[in-house]
């Protein structure tokens, strides 16, 4: 029996069942009854594609926005971890179902950088491992195109591919990886301060858990989601490390939100001043990453002189 059996078959145990079949009608004594609630065989890969969909996204044609805080610290071999600053982050997922167990996504994303454990924003930050000041540059991500199926995920460049799921207590926990090496934009002979070396390595751990009760509810199409993620990146290049081994560790914790109006006022003001592409999705079609775009305005300042 392989770990992902075992999985699936500990998720159907911890169930309440309905008999030997193995289709889930419920999580706990005051569920609701059988016939209001969705069956899922979590052994069949389409309904276990269905399952995990309304914990990542919806199974319908909707929006699901998020809001996750990160705390960043630096890494260098050998060296104890150093706190470095905060980002408050904002995502827009656009879902479209194409069959039932695949949907097709459009993702936005962006952060702005605050003082760490903050909601200051920052412009400047000043490198504690470098001991320089330094001109901040915010993130921002999108649109990108995934397509989500029963057996992988489909997407250009990093995507988050599921691992096997659990059920643990009352919630329902989906885990995913996304794991990448590719060549740094700023070499390092052409930009010894900024280039993070030759390679550019980043590995993403993403965990998102919802009640089961709501996985099961046929009247949502979106399961309510807690979000924790763990990064492990190479130095950003506008952090201007000089090559230094190491990188960034990143933790994050979020959930699901209603949209903007959500958000603490002084996070909203934030994002409004530093990421207004975020409340203009309707006409941001065209791909933006944070690395190239501060790849690019480094090529037009030092045509300038300027750096």
């Known amino acids: 029996m392989t770990n992902k059996q075992m999985n699936r078959r500990k998720a159907m145990a911890s169930l309440a069942g309905v ?11 005051n569920a609701a009854p059988v016939q209001q609630r969705m069956e899922l065989d979590l052994n069949d890969p389409v309904d276990l594609a269905v399952a995990r969909q309304k914990v990542i996204g919806s199974i319908a044609k909707e929006e699901i926005h998020s809001f996750i805080r990160f705390h960043f610290y630096g890494q260098v071999p050998g060296e104890k971890a150093v706190p470095l600053f905060s980002m408050n982050n904002y995502i827009i997922d656009s879902w479209e179902p194409v069959e039932r167990g695949t949907y097709q996504l459009k993702h936005w994303e962006v952060g702005y950088y605050c003082d760490f454990d903050t909601d200051d924003p ?18 921002i991500l999108g649109p990108i195109d ?14 988050p591919l599921p691992l096997s799921s659990h059920v643990m207590g009352p919630r329902f926990i989906v885990a995913t990886e996304a794991i990448s090496q590719m060549p740094s934009m700023f ?13 550019v ?24 989601a807690n979000i924790h993620l763990q990064n492990f990146i190479s130095w ?7 090559g230094r081994p190491g990188g ?3 933790r994050g914790y979020g959930t699901d939100i209603a949209g903007f109006d959500a958000l603490p006022s002084k996070v909203y003001e934030g994002f409004k001043k530093y990421t207004p592409e975020i ?3 309707a006409s941001w079609d065209v791909t933006r990453f944070d690395e190239m775009d501060y790849f690019k305005l480094m090529q037009e300042r030092r045509a300038k002189g300027e750096v």
């Open 236 to 242: 950003g290049s506008w952090m201007q490390m000089g």
């Open 279 to 281: 409340f203009e999705t």
């Open 146 to 159: 995934r397509l989500y199926s029963p057996e992988t995920v489909l997407a250009p460049g990093l995507a």
């Open 187 to 199: 070499k390092q002979d052409e930009w010894p301060k900024r280039s993070p070396g030759p390679l």
């Open 201 to 224: 390595n980043w590995v993403s751990a993403q965990t998102l858990s919802a009640l089961m009760d709501d996985v099961l509810n046929p009247e949502l199409n979106s399961a309510p």
């Open 122 to 139: 920052i412009e400047t930050w000043f490198n504690p491992i470098t001991t320089e000041e330094v001109e901040v540059f915010q993130f």
């Open 19 to 29: 008999g030997a079949a193995g289709m889930v009608a419920g999580c706990a004594e």
């Open 248 to 250: 960034t560790m990143a």
